[in-house]
């Protein structure tokens, strides 16, 4: 039982009880069978505690101290278990005993029926043993089943009676039942045993079995040859159950459900941390046997070199996985494979995966805080919210790893990555960078993917329609205040495709960005389409761009907001070339670069861009203009605008009038209101302009300055 001093010690309060450790460091804290479920007791330190028996359900022990405690069963437990695992053990012994007996009834020689009977039962029940043995438990009752419907078919077909018929089905059957129940019995009495208290008990229990059936199967001798034979099945049915436990604790995945059967046993009345906020906590050298540690959270839990956390109750945890819960405890996964694992959550600080395979690993929330990743295969992980810092990544390969802006790179020591597992056809893994010879600098890494983690990819499938392009671009940057002519980072050419990149900031809904981008995209090819059919066009043509020159030219326009239209068949390399030089816009590999924006250098995306879509509208400084003028360069954009509908032009200078009569009003408060007023019916219009208006633009640029204007 617990000490009661140690109980009122620990209801005292984390900080009298962490001061009492930290005074009495060599004091083993007795918490044996106490109930702490649903305690606050975070960051507590429990080190060297025995805590067998201990209940931690729902308690909330995030960041708490367990090294070196000993959690498991107490004795009066370990008894009561072991005795369990005996009933079994009889119980399996009991089966036995009436295989050898149901042998007998059919062994007679003189007696035809009985007698086919009881050879075709025996070669069933070995069916049963070499299936179980080969394939698994499941399988060697799936073979029994076939093999007395196979045998009865054959009896019914060759014997012709009815009787005969009878007496195979109830041997077959009643051989086949008995047996599949000694081994369910003994494969469970030897995983309790092994659970509780390890092979001594198992051998003990299988040689009750097998000794209780051997006698009473010599006894029921009646014909000598088929008395011998039921005597090896008693047998080998006794010994098999334990067999079977003793496998599924070595790891065979033939039959998992007997290991689970045997620990979820084993850990009744054992410490449980069931429900348990385990996230943080330290198990380092700690004793885990016969524990429930079926916990609410794992996150960043430290296992290392924990002790028999293999005979742990681990549910759908992470610690389920045998090769990841190795990695846990030893740190050490040089040169091995993870491919596929769930390390979601997982505390890796510090551990070796040098050349490790993690391909498709999910990594995602797990902390790799100074782990050695050299030539690591990262390829396609997923790793959104992880911490690498200070992680040595050297040679490792990241092809299409998912990173986002929760992903840590601080600090990343790194030489050089590849972008490829295998090797292109030209024998290329990618390597950053390019150069051999050359290394990334300090902090050279980590400036490199943190652009990468803030940036939108869009696909236009069989190019790039440059109207509806942008229409909805200008769409966009009315839904995102953060997104600009400037956010363009490039666009390059893939095949008949093109790619968009664009600039956002950290959170920003990447996921909403695509969508909405895209729906505008299409839905303006399909007006394209349906003004052609209305014009009377005999074909409606795909004016889409397949040339990335094209693009380049678009993105050049000067005279207008609105203009962003280049037709194929008017273009030629010169005016290409003269263009190029006149906004310094240059063209390799099939790839915009312009000058204007921050730089960026990744994959087949090289150099900047900066789109003039808006270049009006940028050269005014709005925060030098008084009211007066701000409401004129909206008049003046309403006139303007040719996008910009009649029936809701009044509408929208009825609005700016408003404003002008609020600025001029004396009572404050009246002044704000109707002023507030004024501009959400400005912006209500905005919201139901088409995409194409340039009112959107320069709204969205002077409206800020007028409610400052206005105090609002």
Excluded at 130 to 140: E, I, M, P, S
Excluded at 614 to 632: C, E, F, M, P
Aim: glycine letters at 8%; proline letters at 1%.
């Amino acid at each position: 039982m617990a000490n009661k001093r140690h109980l009122a010690k620990l209801e005292q309060g984390k900080e009298a009880w962490n001061q009492w450790r930290a005074a009495n460091h060599t004091v083993k804290p007795d918490l044996r069978g106490a109930n702490l479920q649903a305690k606050h007791l975070e960051g507590f330190n429990f080190s060297h505690a025995d805590i067998r028996g201990t209940n931690f359900k729902e308690a909330q022990l995030a960041g708490a101290n367990f090294t070196n405690a000993t959690a498991g069963l107490q004795k009066r437990w370990k008894i009561l278990l072991v005795i369990l695992s005996l009933f079994f053990s009889a119980i399996a012994g009991f089966f036995s005993i009436w295989i050898a007996f149901l042998m007998t009834l059919f062994s007679a020689p003189s007696d035809t029926t009985n007698f086919v009977a009881g050879i075709v039962s025996l070669i069933v029940l070995v069916v049963f043993l070499f299936y179980t043995l080969r394939k698994g438990f499941v399988a060697g009752a799936v073979a029994v089943a076939l093999a007395g419907a196979v045998a009865g078919a054959v009896a019914v077909a060759l014997a012709g009676a009815v009787a005969g018929a009878v007496a195979l089905a109830v041997a077959v059957a009643g051989a086949g039942v008995v047996a599949v129940a000694g081994a369910v019995a003994g494969a469970v009495a030897g995983a309790v045993a092994l659970a509780v208290a390890g092979a001594g008990v198992v051998a003990l229990a299988v040689a009750g079995a097998g000794v209780v059936a051997l006698a009473v199967a010599v006894a029921l001798v009646v014909a000598l040859v088929v008395a011998l034979a039921a005597v090896a099945v008693a047998v080998a049915v006794a010994l098999l159950g334990a067999y079977l436990g003793w496998r599924s604790f070595k790891g065979d995945l033939r039959d998992p459900w007997i290991r689970s059967v045997g620990v979820a046993f084993g850990t009744m009345g054992g410490t449980s941390f069931y429900d348990a906020e385990l996230s943080g906590a330290n198990f380092t050298e700690a004793t885990l046997k016969n524990t429930d540690l079926r916990a609410n959270s794992l996150t960043h839990t430290c296992w290392s070199s924990a002790e028999k956390l293999d005979l742990a109750r681990l549910g759908n945890t992470i610690l389920s996985q045998a090769n990841v819960r190795e990695l846990l405890i030893t740190k050490d996964g040089y040169k091995k494979s993870y491919q596929n694992a769930n390390l979601r959550g997982a505390n890796l600080a510090g551990v070796n995966l040098e050349q490790a395979n993690l391909k498709y690993a999910n990594l995602s929330e797990a902390t790799l805080t100074n782990a050695h990743l050299k030539d690591a295969n990262l390829t396609k992980v997923q790793a959104v919210g992880t911490d690498f810092t200070t992680a040595y990544l050297t040679g490792a390969c990241l092809e299409s790893w998912n990173i986002d802006h929760t992903t840590k790179l601080d600090k990343v020591d790194c030489q050089y990555i590849f972008l490829l597992e295998n090797a292109n056809d030209l024998g290329s893994r990618e390597r950053r960078p390019h150069d051999p010879e050359k290394v990334f600098q300090s902090g050279d890494f980590t400036k490199l993917y943190q652009e990468v983690i803030n940036t939108v990819e869009i696909l236009l499938r069989k190019g790039a329609n440059p109207e509806a392009f942008h229409q909805a671009f200008q769409q966009l940057m009315a839904e995102n205040s953060n997104i600009n002519p400037d956010s363009i980072k490039g666009i390059e050419r893939k095949g008949e495709d093109v790619l968009l990149t664009l600039e956002v900031t950290e959170d920003t809904d990447k996921a909403e960005v695509e969508h909405n981008f895209l729906e505008n995209y299409e839905a303006r090819l399909e007006a394209a389409k349906e003004q052609a059919k209305l014009e009377g066009k005999l074909e409606e043509k795909d004016e889409r761009i397949k040339d990335i020159k094209e693009i380049a030219m678009v993105l050049a326009q000067k005279e207008s907001d609105n203009i962003f239209l280049a037709h194929q068949e008017h273009m030629d390399e010169k005016t290409v070339k003269e263009i190029n030089q006149s906004r310094n816009i240059n063209i390799k590999n099939s790839t915009v670069n312009a000058s204007g924006a921050g730089s960026f250098n990744q994959g087949d995306i090289q150099g900047t861009v900066a789109n003039n879509l808006n270049q009006r509208t940028a050269s005014t400084d709005y925060s030098k203009l008084n009211l007066q003028q701000l409401l004129g360069k909206l008049i003046e954009a309403i006139e303007n605008d040719a996008n910009f509908p009649s029936e809701d032009k009044q509408d929208s200078l009825d609005a700016i009038d408003n404003l002008t009569t609020a600025s001029q009003e004396k009572d404050i408060v009246i002044q704000k209101e109707k002023a507030s007023k004024a501009l959400r019916n400005l912006e209500r219009i905005v919201k139901l302009l088409p995409a194409g208006a340039a009112f959107i633009t320069i709204f969205k640029e002077i409206a800020p300055h007028i409610s400052s204007l206005l105090g609002l």
